[in-house]
């Protein structure tokens, strides 16, 4: 069964072809990330244009990619929610409008869940992609990490999950974002904590790790808030001066520090808590998505602490792709009818 997978929930337009679930045989993605490194984040009214802008020959460059005619293409799944209003309108009238005109079943994905199924892709005729050699085995534990997420998922069958943390303030990404900003280090901010960090002493500056009611649950907002006042404090400032003026005040040095101790702070938290879950619920498998994935090290990090094998995909699976949306529709169709192209409606708070 080849599904066409339709991506749109930020700031990437993103469509891919996957056979059965676990075939890639495209994935295309064009990033509007360039227009918005000038406002450190992104700017919704700009990612909405430049899908509006790229959409069509996004898709049409992944089905010429596949070898793939609409004849050939069984579904379409598109991302409804969570994400950005603006950009999820788009990708979902262009998915509804093709469903229709093209006779196809239409299904709404959930872009988060959809992070784990991305994991499930081990198989493709594409060039520079390192895919794990078989599918996770279920039940599994998943670490979703992103921009906008950050979330613990005890998945027993594909039918079945229940989501077991949560953060309850910013999403480590979003902190990773926000801590860069401090620091007067490029958007976005994951990678670029991660280059400065290589530099800095992560035992430099002793940072807090929040302490929550719920067992496998996280928070950040304190972190980045700690971060901001040892910055001004190594900068001679007390708290009311402004976070914007404090990159000129640091030296790199300082800056490498402060982005070494956030960055293993958090990552800890994010290990502390994957550890408790694994004692608990003793899964099958264990899976990291999303695009803090990416992150070396976390990675370093789970191999050194996590006794379990822990699977990843290839780091451009990570961030939002829409092979992945492709992916967890092949198993969505199993257990649950399409979607209504006339009545789907995007959700951007949409939960698990």
């Known amino acids: 069964m080849k599904i066409l997978g339709i991506e749109t929930s930020c700031d990437e337009t993103a469509a891919a072809v996957v056979e059965d679930g676990h075939r890639m045989l495209s994935n295309v993605v064009a990033t509007s990330m360039d227009l918005h490194k000038a406002y450190g984040g992104v700017v919704p009214e700009i990612a909405a244009r430049s899908h509006l802008e790229v959409i069509t020959p996004v898709i049409e460059e992944a089905l010429k990619v596949s070898g793939c005619g609409w004849g050939d293409i069984d579904a379409i799944a598109v991302t409804y929610g969570p994400g950005l209003g603006g950009s999820l309108l788009i990708g979902t009238m262009t998915a509804k409008t093709l469903a229709i005109a093209k006779k196809k079943p239409l299904y709404a994905i959930n ?110 907002s304190g972190l980045k808030t700690a971060v901001l006042r040892a910055a001004q404090d190594q900068a001679g400032k007390d708290f009311t001066f402004p976070s914007y003026e404090l990159a000129e005040l640091l030296t790199n040095a300082q800056k490498a520090n402060l982005a070494a101790s956030f960055q293993a702070t958090a990552l800890e938290s994010l290990i502390d808590k994957l550890k408790t879950a694994i004692d608990d619920y003793s899964p099958l498998s264990v899976v990291i998505g999303g695009g803090v ?3 070396s090290a976390l990675r370093q990090m789970v191999e050194e602490q996590i006794p379990t094998e822990v699977n990843y995909t290839d780091i451009k699976l990570c961030t939002d792709n829409a092979a992945m949306i492709a992916a967890l529709a092949y198993f969505k169709q199993q257990n649950s009818e399409p979607t209504d192209p006339y009545t789907l409606e995007i959700d951007p708070n949409l939960s698990m």
């Open 293 to 295: 994935a990416a992150n």
């Open 111 to 220: 872009h988060v869940e959809a992070h784990i199924y991305a994991n499930f892709i081990n198989e493709t005729k594409l060039h520079n992609y390192k895919l794990p050699q078989t599918s996770p085995a279920l039940p599994l534990l998943a670490l979703i990490v992103s921009g906008g997420h950050s979330h613990l998922i005890y998945l027993k069958n594909h039918s079945d999950y229940e989501v077991i943390g949560r953060t309850y303030d910013d999403a480590v990404g979003e902190a990773f974002d926000k801590v860069a900003k401090i620091l007067g280090l490029p958007y976005p901010g994951g990678p670029s904590i991660q280059e400065a960090a290589k530099d800095g002493n992560s035992r430099a500056i002793k940072l807090p790790k929040a302490k929550m009611a719920g067992k496998y649950d996280f928070s950040f």
